[in-house]
């Protein structure tokens, strides 16, 4: 069951904030953010895991509330280079581990102006 | 380091036809996963391959296959072609033994499949 990512658009003018929220129904291992440029391979932002634990790069800011099974990115100040599509991927919390089956939502779409 | 590779980039092919696609993960990562990606249904997981092993599946018919080889290099076949599954098909590669679920997936460029 694919997590659902909202908004589904979003336009900002150069130096303004976003957030993109990212939810599932099932109980989650780890949350994954990707940045999809257009004709590009997606490129990889942050990863939160359960626990608290969060890996990814320091210009990116990202919650996850475990016990809502919700995610945020926080895009701040943003800039011309920030547009593109941002997908969160899920891993579901299935026994003991769950190894490498990401989920993706349907993305949000994310244009910078000057 | 090289980043991944996959080829062919480009492959048109005719309904009922079989493809293969090829992707050269990062030196040193174990872990490759396999991506559909439609403007549709957006980014879809295949499975993915750890030492050789399919270690995970998504919801595609059994005409999607796949196998990775001793040096991690993966293949995905599929067989009797439809027109649904024109799309770009995209390889990842993690390091580390949990792969994707734990670690940063570096993406290929993809495979860009069109069935007539």
């Known amino acids: 069951q694919q997590p659902v990512q909202s908004p589904q658009a979003v336009i900002l003018r150069e130096g303004e904030d976003a957030v993109i929220n990212c939810s599932s129904s099932k109980a989650l291992y780890s949350v994954h953010w990707y940045r999809q440029k257009h004709g590009e391979a997606p490129v990889f932002l942050m990863i939160l895991l359960k626990g608290g634990e969060q890996k990814g790069h320091e210009k990116i800011s990202a919650s996850f509330n475990e016990k809502k099974q919700q995610s945020s990115l926080y895009l701040t100040a943003s800039q011309l280079s920030y547009s593109g599509t941002y997908f969160c991927g899920t891993v579901y919390q299935a026994g003991g581990t769950s190894y490498g089956k990401l989920t993706f939502g349907q993305g949000t779409i994310l244009t910078v102006h000057p | 380091k090289a980043g991944v590779t996959q080829t062919p980039r480009y492959l048109i092919k005719t309904r009922g036809q079989q493809v293969t696609l090829s992707c050269s993960p990062i030196s040193g990562h174990r872990s490759v996963s396999w991506y559909q990606q439609t403007p549709g249904q957006g980014l879809q997981f295949l499975f993915e391959y750890f030492s050789e092993t399919q270690r995970n599946k998504g919801n595609f018919p059994g005409r999607f296959s796949g196998r990775q080889f001793s040096n991690s290099r993966s293949e995905m076949n599929v067989s009797t072609l439809e027109l649904g599954d024109s799309a770009l098909y995209l390889c990842?590669?993690?390091?580390?033994?949990?792969?994707?679920?734990?670690?940063?997936?570096?993406f290929g460029p993809g495979t860009r499949l069109t069935v007539l």
């Open positions: 990842a590669s993690s390091p580390g033994l949990a792969g994707g679920a734990y670690n940063e997936q570096f």
